[in-house]
C-alpha cells in the first residue's frame, strides 16, 4: 500500500476500546512524552476515561493501544509483521492499524517523534470518543506521510486581532495542540512591537512574557517556532536608526528560546526600497544567528508602493544575487506577481512558503467570490467565515509551487479554514468534508459529526449569488437549530459550536431584513414620485417616515437578540471581540461585526442626506427638480446605458480576464468588490457627499490589470457620452490616491491621466469618438497609470445625445 493510502471498513461496527490498555515504550522523553500525554488528555476530556499505561505486553484479552515510534517500539510489540502490510512513512508520517484476534489492538507507529504525534492525532480524529466509550473504526488500516514540508499558521499576541490577545497560556497551548493533531508542524508568533499598540485591555500576559512561552509551547510539541517581525522604523539608512533597531531584535532573539526561521515581510507594514531591505535583512539574519544558528531569515515581495512592478523587479535583482543568509521567499497578500511566475522568477535554491490570507472576506488576498453587499455592509471584513471548498481550491491550484504554508490570521474568526489547510497541506487529495467531519467529531461531538459538518457546508453556501434569492439561507438557519435544540450543555457552550450557529442566526437576519428594506426604500421612492401632487415638502417627509420604519418596526427582532446572546457567550468563552463597546474590539474591520448588524442595507442614508439639502432650497419649482434628480439618478435616457459594476446585473458588463477559478487571488482578473469603508467612514461627510450605495460598490484591478467593458447594439449614427463614477481607494495616512486613463477602441483616449482622491467618488463625463461607434459596438478599457495600485469603477452611463453631426 502507497503512503497516503487507507483502508477502512464503512459498515463493519467500531471497534470498544473503552476497558484498552495504552502500551508505551519506556522512558519516553521531550515531544513524544508530550505526545502521549496529548493522546490521554484529550481521551479523557471526552470520556471521563484514564488510560492505563503499561510498558510491557499484557496478558488477557483487554483491547491494547499501542503508540511511539518506529525506532522506540522494536521488541515491545507482538506480530510486528503485521505493520509491514503498510507501506513504509516517510518524514513526519505514520503508520495507523487495527487487528482483531483474541484481542483488539490498534498500533500508531510513527516514523519518527512527529509522526508520533500526528498518527495519535489521527487515531483521536477517527474514534467516536463518548462519556465512558471509545470506539475505534474497524479494520483501521492507514499509512499516510505529509506532501509539503511547512504547515502552519500565525497566531499573533497583539491587540489588533480579534481573539487572542484575551487568552491565556493555557488557552493558546490548546489551541496550538489541536492545530498539532491536524498536522501542523509550525507556529508563527509575533515580536512585542509590531504596527499595533504595545498592548491592549484584554491582554493577560506581557507581550515578550507571552512569546517566551508561546515558544517553549510549541517546541514541546517538536514544532518549528516561526517569528513574524516587520520592520517598524522609519529610517533604515540612519545609523542610530539601525542601532536602536538591532538592540530590540538581540533582546527577543536572546531571550526567545527556540526559533527556527524569521519571516520580514517587505512591506504591510513596513516602507524600505529593495536594496536597503535587503542590506537590512542581512545584518538581521547574522543576529539572528548568532544566538539561533541553525536559523535562516524568509522574506516576502509584499509591497504597498504605488508602483509595484518597479519595486519588485529591484527585490528580484537582490535575490537574484543569491545571498547565504536567505532562508527562502514567502508569498503572501500584497505580492504582485503570480505565484508560478515566482517560482519561475527566483533561484531554484530557494524555496518559497506561503502566507496565505484565510482570515478577510474582502479587501484581501481571496475575497469571497461576488460577495452581496447586505452581508459585506454587515458581516464585514473579518467575520465568522468558514470556507472550506474554497480554501481548499486556492490551496491545490498553487499548492505544487511553495513547500507549504503558514496562514495569515488575525484572530479565531477563520478557525474552520485553519484546520481544512492543515488538513490540505498534508494530502490535497482529502475532501474538505473528511477534515469538517473530524473537526466536528473532535472538538464538538460525535453525535454531531454529520450536522456540524454539512452545516458548515452550509454557512459557505449562504454566502453564494444574491442575498434575497438564496433560498438556503433560511433552511441553513433550521438545521443549526435543530442541533440548537438537541444539544446538551456542553454542545450549547463548545465556542466552535456558537460561531457556527451565530452565522446561521445572524445570515438569515440579514437576509431578512434586505428584502424588508429594500421594501421600504421602494415605497419611499413611490412617495418622492407623487412630489408634483402632494408637494415637494409633504413627499419628503413622508419618504422619510417610511425609511424610518425601518428603526421603529424593525423585523425579526429574536433573530438579532439570539445574534447578541451568542456573541456575549462567545466573548465569555475565548474572548472573542464581536463589538467594540461591548467586547473591547479595536476597531468595527477587526471582528466587530455586532456593531454593523443593524447598518441600513437600502439608500436610507443617501435619501436623507438629499431630503436635508433638498429642505433648503428656497422655492418650490428648485425642490422639485431636484426630487426629480433623485429619482432619474441612474437613467441614462433614451437609448441609453446604465450598469452599477459591483451589482450582479452590471458586472455582466465586465469583462472577466481568467476569472476565480484560476486566478483566486484576482492578480490578473477584475473583481466584484463592495466599496463599504465609503459608506461606513467614520469620518464626517457633508450632506451632499454622502454616497448612494452604487457609488461606492465597484469592480476591481490590482497594479497593471486593465478593467474592460462591453457594449453591443449601439446605433453608430448616434452620438454618446459617457459617464463613470471612481472609487477612491480607503483613506490613509500614506497617500492612495491614483490616476487613470480611459480608452476605447483602436486606443482612442476619452479621458486621460485623471486623479481619483482616496476615499472619495470621482464622476467623469467624456464624449464617445465617433469612430469607436463604426459598427454599434463600444469596448471600454480602463487602465491605472500610477498612484496606489488598486483601480475601481462603480458605475458607467452611456447616454445618447442624438444624431452625430452629418447623420441622418
Known sequence: MKPNQETASKRVAPWDFSDAVLLIPVGLKGAEAKAITLLMEETEKRTGITLTVTHEWPDGHQPIIVAGTEASLQGIVKDWDALQTLANPGKEGYRLLGAKGERSVVLIVGADSRGMLYGIGRFLRKSSLMKQSIKVPANLSISSTPKQSCRGHQLGYRPKTNAYDAWSVGQFEQYIRELAIFGANSIEIMPPRTDDDATGPLMQEDPLDMMIRLSEIIDSYGLDTWVWYPNMANNYADPATICEELLEREEIFSKVPHIHAVFMPGSDPGELEPDLLFVWAEQVAELLQKYHPKAKLWISPQVMSHEPAKWLEGFLANVDKEPEWLGGLVFGPHVDITLPDLRRRIPEKYPIRRYEDITHNFHCQYPVVNWDLAFALTLGRESINPRPLAEKHIHNLLESYAIGNISYSEGINDDVNKFIWSD?????????????????????????????????????????????????????????????????????????????????????????????????????????????????????????????????????????????????????????????????????????????????????????????????????????????????????????????????????????????????????????????????????????????????????????????????????????????????????????????????????????????????????????????????????????????????????????????????
Open 424 to 808: 490540505q497541506d498534508w494530502d490535497s487529495k482529502t475532501e474538505a468534508i473528511e477534515t469538517l467531519r473530524d473537526f466536528a467529531r473532535l472538538f464538538i461531538g460525535d453525535a454531531f459529526s454529520e450536522g456540524v459538518a454539512q452545516g458548515l457546508l452550509a454557512l459557505e453556501r449562504n454566502w453564494e449569488g444574491p442575498v434575497a434569492v438564496n433560498e438556503g439561507i433560511d433552511r441553513t438557519l433550521y438545521q443549526w437549530r435543530m442541533m440548537e435544540q438537541a444539544a446538551p450543555p456542553e454542545v450549547l457552550n463548545n465556542y466552535r459550536f456558537q460561531m457556527g450557529l451565530l452565522r446561521a442566526y445572524y445570515d438569515a437576519y440579514i437576509k431578512r431584513r434586505f428584502i424588508y428594506e429594500t421594501e421600504l426604500e421602494m415605497e419611499a421612492m413611490d412617495a418622492l414620485k407623487s412630489a408634483s401632487s402632494t408637494g415637494s415638502l409633504a413627499a419628503l417627509e413622508k419618504s422619510e417616515a417610511i425609511l424610518l420604519r425601518a428603526k421603529t418596526s424593525p423585523v425579526s427582532q429574536t433573530l438579532k437578540q439570539r445574534c447578541w446572546e451568542l456573541a456575549d457567550e462567545l466573548f465569555s468563552n475565548i474572548g472573542a471581540q464581536l463589538s467594540v463597546i461591548k467586547h473591547k474590539a479595536i476597531a468595527l474591520g477587526r471582528g466587530a461585526f455586532m456593531d454593523a448588524i443593524d447598518f441600513p442595507l437600502n439608500d436610507s442614508r443617501w435619501l436623507s442626506a438629499q431630503s436635508s439639502v433638498i429642505r433648503k432650497l428656497d422655492n418650490e419649482k428648485d425642490r422639485l427638480n431636484a426630487i426629480y434628480e433623485i429619482l432619474n439618478r441612474t437613467n441614462p435616457g433614451p437609448g441609453g446605458y446604465y450598469d452599477n459594476l459591483g451589482s450582479y446585473k452590471g458586472w455582466q458588463r465586465v469583462a472577466k480576464g481568467k476569472g476565480w477559478e484560476k486566478d483566486p487571488g484576482y492578480l490578473e482578473s477584475p473583481r466584484m468588490a463592495p466599496g463599504i469603508y465609503l459608506l461606513q467612514s467614520e469620518r464626517t461627510f457633508d450632506e451632499s457627499a454622502i454616497p448612494p450605495i452604487a457609488s461606492t460598490r465597484h469592480a476591481n484591478t490590482l497594479a497593471d490589470t486593465q478593467l474592460s467593458l462591453q457594449y453591443e447594439h449601439l446605433d453608430p449614427a448616434s452620438a454618446y457620452t459617457v459617464k463613470v463614477t471612481y472609487v477612491g481607494d480607503t483613506a490613509s495616512e500614506l497617500s492612495r490616491d491614483y490616476h487613470v486613463t480611459l480608452t476605447a477602441q483602436g486606443g482612442r483616449v476619452l479621458h486621460e491621466n485623471i486623479l481619483i482622491k482616496q476615499g472619495q467618488c470621482t464622476q467623469i463625463e467624456s464624449p464617445i469618438p465617433q469612430e469607436a461607434l463604426a459598427n454599434g459596438n463600444l469596448v471600454l478599457t480602463f487602465n491605472r497609470v500610477s498612484g496606489f495600485k488598486r483601480l475601481n469603477v462603480s458605475e458607467v452611463w452611456i447616454m445618447r445625445n442624438g444624431l452625430a453631426d452629418g447623420a441622418s
